[in-house]
Nanobody
């Protein structure tokens, strides 16, 4: 199983990025998917999750209204649209797969760096 995250970069505060996570080696539609992030010196935290067919989503309060998670099961890919970025969003963003939204972590991607300058 491989989860390949991409789309990170350096942006100014207020900017946007679209993170992608391409999955292979698993039956994608059988897994809930999510995004986590880890800032330097901090623990990894949950950011967003989406159910197997996209009918349910969940977000950490700090990103509600700014981030949107979506998935394309035909492309085995999950996305995280991140808008109105803030310096405190700076982190390595990881995608994860799990049997349900509340139980992500069966598989992890390698992470993509998002850096937001003020």
């Amino acid at each position: 199983v491989q989860l390949q995250a991409s789309g990170g970069g350096l942006v100014q505060a207020g900017g946007s990025l679209r993170l992608s996570c391409a999955a292979s080696g698993l039956t994608f539609s059988r897994y809930a998917m999510g995004w986590f992030r880890q800032a330097a010196g901090k623990e990894r935290e949950f950011v967003a999750a989406i159910s197997r067919y996209g009918g349910s989503t969940d977000y950490v309060n700090s990103v509600k209204g700014r981030f949107t998670i979506s998935r394309d099961n035909a492309k085995n890919t999950v996305y995280l649209q991140v808008n109105n970025l803030k310096p405190e969003d700076t982190a390595v963003y990881y995608c994860a797969a799990g049997i349900m939204m509340a139980q992500l972590g069966n598989y992890w991607g390698q992470g993509t760096q998002v850096t937001v300058s003020s």
